[in-house]
Every structure is written in structure tokens, then in C-alpha cells.
């Protein structure tokens, strides 16, 4: 099962005998069944009914609304919630402990720092030119490391997952080319051709986590290390950490291989965006480096539920 991104300003979408049915301007009709796909992302102005939406989610397809030219703009629209009240009566006893919560985030963070030492150690073999960078960002993660199982609350290892970041991302900024201006995290909007890539990544990443722990019966707002906020799905935000490297890696690709070039973007004083023709070639990529990632959310999901209905309080 896969993904159906539609992606072509002012296609009309329609329901027909269980199929989606899409016009695009100059373009012939196409047939999609449902049983195709379980997920559809929406890039641009497209025509449809909430009545689709409705059978979408009645069907169990999860919905991605990315509002274009809008840093923080998207929607979901997911399927009826899991039958089973206790998981979530179970995760929210969870949420208040503070032992719990701590414990849980620490071994989180310190698989993300795992990852990301991974990425800079093969970065280091593979351009010899970046080795003391990446050495140097590599001790002052291994620094953080360190301190993880020793912090005494979610505040302070946040504090170190930081650190950890920033010398991270310094060093992993100098394994793209010059011509690319990247010189580290950005965001709302992202300023350069590989931020956006990350930005958009990260988001389709989270998109996958909603999709499987609110199919696991899990409450996506509530969150153990990143704590609940109001219009943020704060327990995607936690799965989706030790993640983050893998994607990481996935953009690095994308560029090192020449899948997306700086003419697939248009930059401005404010911001960097990735025109169609690039998100063409995104989405093709990141349906191919994602199977692997579903299986593994889909794991990491289930052994969510079953890591929380341990919990004794």
C-alpha cells in the first residue's frame, strides 16, 4: 500500500464505485482504486467533496493537507479512532508519570544520537575532506550521550538533545555542495534548497507516525518527551526522533545523486521553495525510501501499546 499524492493546481477529485477518479487540466482521466493506497497527500488548490474526505476516512486512508506557501500549513483527516479505550486510558496514566515520561525519553533521545553519530562516522569515510568536522561534531555528541541516562528531568535532556543537534547539523552542513547555501537548521520557512527538503521530509515522516499510532489506537496529541501543545500531535513528535537521521541521509541523496538540482528551486530574501518539477521527482524518491520506514513505524507503533500497557502505577 502506498501513497497518492496530488500534486497538479486545480485537479477536479471525485468518488466513483470505490475508486478515486482524477481530471487534470490537459491530462486524461485516471482510475485509482482505493485498495491502492492508504494515504493520500494534497500539495495544491485541488476540487473535491468532504464527502470524499469522509469516505476516505471511512476507509481507513489517512489524509495529508500540506497549504501551500504556508511554513506551518497542514491538515490531517484520519479514520475513526481504535475501539479499544484502554490503550489511550493506559497512555494518558503513563503521561503522568514523570518517571515514566523520563525514562522513556532518555532511551528515545539516545537511540536519535545513535543515528546521528551513524550518519557523521560513514559521512567521515566517504569525504575524506569533512573527516575533522565530522570528528569534532562526533566527540561533542558522544559528550552528550553520555549524559542522557544521567539527567534528572525532560527539561535537561532536552537541553543535551540540542547540543547534540547543533553540532550535528554544523557538521552535516558541510556535506553539501557550496552552490546549495546550506549552513545549517532553518525552518518557517526553510531558506535553502536542502532545508526545504528536510522540512518537507520531517512532515511526511510525522504524517507517517499519525497514521500508524492513531491506527494503534494511540493518542497522537499526547506526548511523553515532547510534552502535549495545543494543535500538535506531541506523541508523533516523540517516535519520530530516532527517525530523524534517516531522513537525514535520504535528503543527503537526493543532492549527492543529483535527483534534485538547484534549478528545482525558486529562492527569495524570505524563503527557498521546491518548485513542481522537483516535487515530482521528491515524492518519487521518497516513496521508494519510505517502505522500508512504514514497516518500521507500523513496529514501533504496536510497540508502543505494549511498552505502555506495562506501565504499573
Same mark, same amino acid.
Given at each position: 500500500?502506498?501513497?497518492? !499524492?496530488? @500534486? ?14 482524477? *481530471? ?12 491502492? $493506497? =492508504? ?32 511554513? #506551518? ?6 479514520? @475513526? ?8 486510558? #493506559? *497512555? ?6 514523570? @518517571?515514566?515520561?523520563?525514562?522513556? &525519553? #532518555? /532511551? ?67 556535506? $553539501? ?17 536542502? =532545508?526545504?527538503?528536510? &522540512? ?15 491506527? &494503534? ?25 530516532? $527517525? ?5 541521509? $535520504? ?12 534549478? /528545482? ?45 506495562? !506501565?504499573?502505577?
Amino acid at each position: 500500500m502506498s501513497t497518492l !499524492y496530488l @500534486d497538479r493546481k486545480g485537479a477536479k477529485v471525485s468518488l466513483s464505485n470505490r475508486a478515486l477518479c482524477v *481530471q487534470n487540466p490537459q491530462q486524461k482521466p485516471q482510475r485509482i482504486p482505493l485498495t491502492l $493506497f =492508504n494515504r493520500v497527500v494534497i500539495s495544491c488548490d485541488v476540487d473535491l467533496s468532504s464527502h470524499l474526505l469522509s469516505t476516505l476516512a471511512q476507509s481507513g486512508i489517512s489524509t495529508l493537507i500540506l497549504i501551500p506557501r504556508k511554513s #506551518q500549513g497542514r491538515a490531517f483527516v484520519l479514520g @475513526d479512532m481504535h475501539n479499544d479505550i484502554t490503550i489511550r486510558l #493506559q *497512555q494518558y496514566a503513563c503521561m503522568q508519570s514523570t @518517571d515514566f515520561c523520563l525514562g522513556f &525519553s #532518555q /532511551h528515545l533521545i539516545r537511540a536519535k544520537l545513535l543515528g546521528q553519530q551513524r550518519v557523521l562516522q560513514h559521512a567521515s569515510m566517504q569525504h575524506s575532506q569533512h573527516k575533522a568536522t565530522c570528528q569534532k561534531a562526533l566527540k561533542h555528541i558522544k559528550e552528550q550521550q553520555k549524559k542522557i541516562m544521567k539527567s534528572v528531568g525532560i527539561a535537561s535532556l532536552m537541553g543535551m538533545e540540542g547540543a547534540a543537534a547543533h553540532a550535528y547539523f554544523q557538521a552535516y552542513s558541510q556535506l $553539501f555542495a557550496p552552490s546549495l547555501n546550506m549552513s545549517g537548521r532553518n525552518k518557517r520557512p526553510p531558506k535553502d534548497p536542502v =532545508n526545504v527538503c528536510l &522540512s518537507l521530509a520531517y512532515t511526511l515522516l510525522h504524517f507517517e507516525a499519525v497514521h500508524w499510532l492513531h491506527a &494503534s489506537g494511540l493518542d497522537v496529541m499526547g506526548g511523553l518527551f515532547h510534552q502535549p501543545l495545543f494543535g500538535r500531535e506531541s506523541l508523533a513528535c516523540d517516535v519520530i526522533e530516532p $527517525f530523524r537521521p534517516k531522513v537525514d541521509v $535520504f535528503v543527503l541523496r537526493l543532492f549527492v545523486e543529483k535527483t534534485l538540482r538547484p534549478e /528545482h528551486f525558486s529562492t527569495t530574501e524570505q524563503a527557498c521553495m521546491l518548485q513542481k518539477a522537483g516535487r515530482q521527482h521528491f515524492y518519487h524518491a521518497y516513496e521508494q525510501w519510505a517502505k522500508a520506514i512504514r514497516r518500521l513505524m507500523r513496529l514501533e507503533s504496536r510497540r508502543l501499546v505494549s511498552y505502555l500497557r506495562g !506501565y504499573q502505577a
